[in-house]
């Protein structure tokens, strides 16, 4: 291998000498010791550079991603990990941008002119999906975390619809599968990735794509898989996930916190319901000692009222009017006799008494 890889290091540095190099530049990261790392790129071809500190000390600005640059630059292999790169002494920024960020900001313009970044237009996630359709590639990490976060949080089902997330037939594929999407009958859907660089993130900026991600008839996660770099289909999916797995996390409750609220729940309803139980009961006792004293009060009333009329009743009873000696004559049918005509001769009579009847006849008239 030493010698294999000496062979190329000589060949590829001894190619060319330093030479000015235009290119749009990517992924620019400034390490702490002071080294600039990015990659500059065309329409056809990309490659890795690095400016030293001693020459990124020199440098009066830091351009930003997208940026068009020139550079005096060099060839260089880097033997210990076999990598192709140029090492830059010098980086002078044009006024332009860079194709292919001008087409990203072309993108978003008219993203942003059909309303898709709208936050009126976000959909609130459900509670408790039964049903989660994945649009991942089928042999990126990232499927393995959905999975693997989804079984330990919430019995859901899981739809896992393969598609190309990086690559020339990966717009394509990702515009199919979010198509298929509104066949299953999901809850939600995750669309995503295990991260990258940000070319390999940027087939989440092609417009077909976004407008396929709008086009779901369920809410949709973004999981991009990079804190850093927000993607267009970021802005346009409903929610965005920094990871694969914090995707999950926003989607899915935790079974252990749902049984926790629910058991703490019940425990503050059996509390509310015993109170609730015990004042009710006061109420009823009280409500009994007023309604008892009501009904005696009630029938005090009544029997004072029936004693009065009782004794009414006795002061107007003929029988009271008998036993001061009177008596009363009636006829056969019972018919009192208050006159003396209605006394035939011979005729018989009834004579009330206050202890009986007397049978009598009328002598003479």
Not at 50 to 58: D, E, G, M, T, Y
Not at 293 to 319: N, T
């Amino acid at each position: 291998m030493s010698q294999v890889v000496g062979a190329l290091k000589q060949a590829i540095d001894g190619a060319m000498g330093q030479v000015w190099i235009k290119g749009e530049l990517t992924d620019l990261k400034v390490h702490s010791a002071g080294h600039w790392y990015f990659s500059l790129r065309d329409a056809d071809a990309q490659i890795r550079c690095v400016i030293w500190k001693s020459n990124a000390q020199r440098l009066r600005t830091r351009p930003t991603d997208g940026t068009e640059v020139f550079i005096l630059a060099r060839p260089d292999f880097w033997a210990e990990r076999g990598d192709v790169r140029l090492s830059a002494v010098q980086l002078l920024p044009t006024a332009a941008l860079g194709d292919k960020e001008l087409e990203l900001q072309r993108t978003r313009e008219a993203l942003a002119r059909d309303g898709l970044f709208d936050p009126s237009r976000k959909r609130p996630l459900p509670r408790f999906p039964r049903r989660v359709a994945l649009v991942t590639s089928l042999e990126g990490a990232a499927l393995h975390d959905f999975v693997t976060v989804a079984r330990g949080r919430w019995p859901a089902h899981l739809l896992v619809v393969g598609s190309k997330v990086q690559g020339d037939q990966a717009a394509r594929e990702l515009v199919r599968a979010l198509g298929l999407v509104n066949r299953l009958r999901a809850d939600v859907c995750v669309v995503g990735r295990g991260g990258g660089s940000r070319d390999d993130l940027a087939v989440f900026n092609v417009e077909a794509v976004c407008r396929a991600i709008a086009a779901v008839t369920v809410p949709v996660v973004a999981a991009v898989g990079h804190q850093t770099d927000v993607t267009l289909a970021d802005l346009v999916a409903d929610h965005r996930a920094a990871t694969p797995s914090a995707a999950m996390e926003l989607i899915l409750p935790e079974r252990a916190e749902v049984l926790a609220r629910m058991n703490g729940l019940g425990a503050r309803m059996a509390g509310g319901l015993s109170r609730r139980t015990r004042v009710i009961e006061e109420r009823l006792f009280r409500a009994e000692d007023r309604l008892e004293g009501a009904v005696s009060a009630r029938i005090r009333d009544d029997q004072e009222r029936l004693s009065l009329l009782g004794a009414q009743l006795e002061a107007l009873s003929p029988l009271r009017v008998l036993a001061r000696g009177y008596a009363v004559a009636t006829g056969p049918a019972g018919k009192v006799l208050r006159r003396r005509g209605q006394f035939k001769p011979g005729a018989g009579f009834t004579l009330r008494v206050v202890d009986g009847e007397v049978p009598a006849r009328v002598e003479e008239s």
